[in-house]
C-alpha cells in the first residue's frame, strides 16, 4: 500500500446500534449478561472435562472441551470493544487494530468451522463403528485435528489479511458494523474490489459452505446407515446438539460470506447471533444432555 495513502486514514468509524444513550445502556447490560454467561459456561465445561478422568479421555468431551476454548476467544475478539463503545459516543478503532481483530475473527472462527466438522467425524465414528472408536480416534489422532484445525484457521485468516491490507484507504472510514470483518471494510478502499471479493467469497463463502454440507452429508450418513427405529432415535439423541451448534454458527456465516458483500438492513443483528449469541449457548446446548450422558458408559481412548 503507498504510504500516503495510508497515512490518510487512521483510524476507521464503527456502527453503533442506537443514538440514544439510554438504549445503549440497556444494550451494554444486555450484551455484558451474554459475555459473562460465555464466560461462564465455557469455563465451566473446560474445567469439567479437565478435572474428570472419565470425561478427559473421551474423545468426544476432550473436542468438547477445545470448541469451549474456541468460543471464548471467538466472543472476546469483538464483544469487549463493542461494550467499551457501548458507552463512548465516539466508536473509533485504529487502522492497525481492525486489521489485527480481522485476522483474530478469521481465524478463531475457521478453526470452529474445522473443529466442528472433526466432531461431526467423530459422532459418525462413534455410531457407525463403534467397535473400531478407540482405535480410530485415538488420544494422537484427536490432538492431530485439533492442531489442524488451528492451522487451517491461520492459513484461511492469512490470506484474508494479505487480500485486505495491500488495499488503499483513503476517503470513506465508517465501517458499516460494530466490528471490523472482510465485507464493510474492502467496501471502504479507494480501488476496484471485484476482483479482491471474488476472491474473499470463494475462501470465506467456500469454507462455511462446503464445511456446512459436509457436516450434513456425515449426520444423513449416520441416519441412512442405522435402520432400525429405535437405533436412529438414539442417532438423534446423540447428534441432536451438535447438529443445533452447527446451524446456528453455520447459518449465519453461509449468509454473510457466501455472497456479494453487498449490504443488507439484517446484517447487523445477524452479526451479533454468530459473534455474541452462539458462543453464549453453545454450552448450555450440550449441557442439556448431562442427564442422558451419565447414564452412558464413557468411551475412552485407547
Known amino acids: 500500500m503507498d504510504e500516503n495513502q495510508t497515512e490518510m486514514v487512521r483510524n476507521f468509524v464503527l456502527a453503533g446500534f442506537s443514538q440514544t444513550p439510554s438504549i445503549e445502556a440497556g444494550l451494554f447490560v444486555l450484551f455484558l449478561f451474554f459475555y459473562m454467561s460465555t464466560w461462564v459456561g465455557n469455563v465451566l465445561i473446560m474445567v469439567t472435562v479437565a478435572s474428570d478422568n472419565y470425561l478427559n479421555s473421551s474423545p468426544m468431551y476432550f473436542l468438547l472441551g477445545n470448541l469451549s476454548f474456541l468460543d471464548l476467544c471467538y466472543s472476546t475478539v469483538t464483544t469487549p470493544k463493542l461494550l467499551a463503545d457501548l458507552l463512548n459516543n ?3 478503532i485504529r487502522y492497525d487494530q ?6 483474530f475473527l478469521h481465524f478463531v472462527g475457521a478453526a470452529e468451522m474445522f473443529l466442528l466438522t472433526v466432531m461431526a467425524y467423530d459422532r459418525y465414528v462413534a455410531i457407525c463403528r463403534p467397535l473400531h472408536y478407540t482405535t480410530i480416534m485415538s488420544r494422537g489422532l484427536c490432538c492431530m485435528l485439533v492442531a489442524a484445525s488451528w492451522m487451517g484457521g491461520f492459513v484461511h485468516s492469512t490470506v484474508q489479511m494479505i487480500l485486505t491490507i495491500h488495499l488503499p484507504f483513503c476517503g470513506p472510514n465508517h465501517v458499516d458494523n460494530f466490528f471490523c470483518d472482510v465485507p464493510p471494510v ?10 479482491i471479493e471474488l476472491l474473499m467469497v470463494s475462501n470465506s463463502g467456500l469454507i462455511s459452505t462446503s464445511s456446512f454440507v459436509v457436516l450434513l452429508s456425515s449426520y444423513s450418513t449416520i441416519l441412512v446407515k442405522i435402520r432400525s427405529k429405535e437405533g436412529r432415535r438414539k442417532a438423534l439423541a446423540t447428534c441432536g446438539s451438535h447438529l443445533m451448534v452447527v446451524t446456528l454458527f453455520f447459518g449465519p456465516c453461509i449468509f454473510i460470506y457466501a455472497r456479494p458483500f453487498s449490504t443488507f438492513s439484517v446484517d447487523k443483528m445477524v452479526s451479533v447471533l454468530y459473534n455474541v449469541i ?9 449441557t442439556l444432555r448431562n442427564k442422558e450422558v451419565k447414564s452412558i458408559k464413557i468411551i475412552t481412548f485407547s
Open 186 to 195: 474492502i467496501k471502504l478502499a479507494c480501488a476496484d474490489t471485484f476482483v
Open 98 to 103: 481492525c486489521i489485527v481483530q480481522l485476522f
Open 90 to 92: 465516539e466508536k473509533l
Open 278 to 286: 452462539t458462543p453464549m449457548l453453545n454450552p448450555l446446548i450440550y
